[in-house]
């Protein structure tokens, strides 16, 4: 039997809907679900790849205590008890949870009653706070609440789309690829980039500005003057609907044309012809989204955007509007419910004794906490001081993702008592936990996701989790139970959770907050499983929305005196480099992984493009320092941290900028955890780290020796200066680089890849080099290769040898030699990750006649899904045409 089942993606804040077919056999097959109208069918190369990802390996499968199997009762037992003496020896404020944008809402929701509710404190933050406080701030003093206007339907309505701080096309690809359909459909439409990087995005893009970095306000001030003083102001909207002009225009006068040019670092003539585009056109919509958000002035920037959309009454009518694309699946959903230390459930008040008391006799709640609880930085700030002695960690990676990743790694590890759920056993944090719970994953659990829309969508379980893996929800509500909560946790499943989160959003509302999905109080566990995707406002006793509504068309907004708040933007385009530390250095994600690739490392595929960590480098820079394209890089910061990293020379990089991306961790290198290199420092509004902004200074890092590895089975104990690992087709590929080891290489390849001794190795070591192949009878199970500079051997071709037979003898020294033999193909790294298809592919085709982007496509598949990698096959041919014109 054949089983479908609809369900959505777990990854970035698109919310693509999937359709999931498991056959009789077990083979699954994830495909886009046509009927979701966030994504109509379509899947980037990480929604495509999903299916590779349900593998078992590395899950935590049964609760362990202090490093030992326990049962769940033992486990949780002991979580509630230290939680209650801690509680009751130091008080609710020494205690807190960390949790994330990975989350259910269902989980999200027990959570925060348990702390906000039940145990009295508000010391409960998310990986949220790393990527869309200073939206939720922004919106919150615009607006008066958390709301996002608009939706992705105004993308393709609008006339001119403005994209601030966002690379698209690799980490929303789904909305990218909307927008690049709409503008090949209506070539008038204009597309404006503000990035300091010409990423792939700044391919669809009419002007790219290669802003300085936090220079935001700045040009965004600069618009809203020229705005006012080119009679582009809509008065009668401003007059009627809003408060703060005069203020906020006196602080946008600020810099006059040359000083506005110093400080974004661009010409006098990109900002006019920025400027004139939106003002002379009505439909604008403004995306925006880490690089704008993850700043010390990040809450500024999101207001002097909004600033410019409220004065000309561009927002809430189709095609127009702010549009802040939330980074995380659940982002949205966690706001919902109060997710963030300074929030209560239901877009609520923390702050508001009303909203609190409201809260309360909801829930009967006997202590709801009555202050702002501490927010990411901080709280594990107060980790390391010893005011948090008790602490739950919940699907995220701080030790990884959080700024001053060290000291983050030695605050949890010198914290009395850590609870870490997730679901891989060996993540940087999980390995410093006193109690590990196991939990489900992806295709395990079931609930509800909120993506930047304001869309919820259903995901829903299509197989067993592993072992003793539980929800996480339940987790919470097991422990809230053992507190002594029982009645108020005592949920029979996941639908009565989100029946109750419905209840409470039309509590008392009456309109007055924008939050409200109360037609869906009553649901039951039949109606939950057949809930189709939905935009909220769905207040009781409303039609279903037909996909178009938005906030804000009537100029109705959620302060008490009904009006929008313009607010004075002073954020600082501060210089933090300096003659020791002259390079800015940024960070985020790239096209095919996720956040610290617990779940998109297990495929080979997407790891197949990008193997390494690395920094991006404009190639002037790189002569100064001495640096050759793929030289190993060591970069490190003035506010301590230090990484070595594969150099990636490009003039799509703006000088004296570095970028080096987030996801690689303890697990998968040696030293390339990126957030060491930067300070806590904050947006002193939303709390929201500055991730794309330290001063770092950079150098070659020479080695003695590189080398690069395959192996069936995964390597331990590498022990060099630097490597970097990665899943290959049948085992995996290592990167490598430092001394021969004092046991010999031979041993060494024996030591980290398991290799039994009747294992046969064969090759040589000389003074040029070493190179080996071990074999498990004809098959191949490792291959080694190492030289004195660079090591010439085709990644690709090697790690597809991996468990292949190879009884002729000739075959094996191919193996050796590190190159197909006479008659054998060589792809090439990898270009298009969905259809594996490398560059050596993509050249032929090009070679045979292909003399577009799409010919190349028609000859390959390469571009022809989710089309991430379409910018780079361009940039192929157009290299491949200049040289046979030379």
Known sequence: MVTETRTTCPYCGVGCGVLVRVEDDGRTTVTGDPDHPANFGRLCSKGSALAETLTDDGRILHPEVGGREAGWDEALDLVASTFKETIAEHGPEAVAFYLSGQLLTEDYYVANKLMKGFIGAANIDTNSRLCMASSVAGHRRAFGSDTVPGNYEDIELADLVVIVGSNMAWCHPVLYQRLAAAKAARPE??????????TATSDIADLHLSIRADGDVALFNGLMAHLHATGHVDRAFVAWHTEGFGAALGEARRFGPHELSAVTGLTQAEIAAFYERFASTEKVVTLFSQGVNQSSSGSDKVNAIINCHLMTGRIGRPGMGPLSLTGQPNAMGGREVGGLANMLAAHMNLDNADDRDRVGRFWRAPAVAEQPGLKAVDLFEAVGDGR???????????????????????????????????????????????????????????????????????????????????????????????????????????????????????FENGGSRDFDISAHAGIDALEYERLRPFLWPAPAGSMPPDGSSRFFADGRFFHADGRARFVAARGEAERRTNWGFPFVLNTGRIRDHWHTMTRTGKSPRLSAHLAEPFAEIHPADARACGIDDADLVEIDSADGGRVIVRALLTDRQARCNLFVPMHWTGETSALARVNALFPGRVDATSGQPALKHAAVRLRRHDSELHGFLVSEKKPEGVGTDYWALARADYGWRLELAGSEPAEGWENWLRRVTGLPSQVDVIGYHERTGTRMAAFAGTRLVAALYVAAGPVAVSRAWAAEQLGQSFADPHRRADVVAGRPGKGGADKGAIVCSCASVGINDIRAAIASGCGSVDAVGAATAAGTNCGSCRPEIRRILESMMLQAAE
């Open 189 to 198: 439409m204009a597309v404006v980039v503000i990035d300091p990087r010409r």
């Open 388 to 506: 948090i002695k008790a602490l739950w960690i919940m699907a995220t990676n701080p030790v990884v993702s959080m700024p001053e990743a060290d000291r983050v790694r030695s605050a949890i590890a010198a914290c009395p008592f850590v609870v870490v759920s997730d679901i891989q056993r060996d993540t940087d944090t999980a390995r410093l936990a006193h109690v590990l719970l196991p939990s489900l994953g992806w295709s395990e659990k079931s609930g509800t996701v909120t993506n930047s829309e304001r869309r919820i969508s259903r995901q829903r379980a299509f197989r067993p989790g592993p072992g003793e893996a539980r929800a996480d929800w339940w987790q919470f509500a097991e422990v809230g139970r053992r507190m002594g909560f029982g009645e108020a946790f005592a949920y029979a499943g996941p639908h009565q959770v989100f029946a109750e989160h419905a209840g409470l959003s039309g």
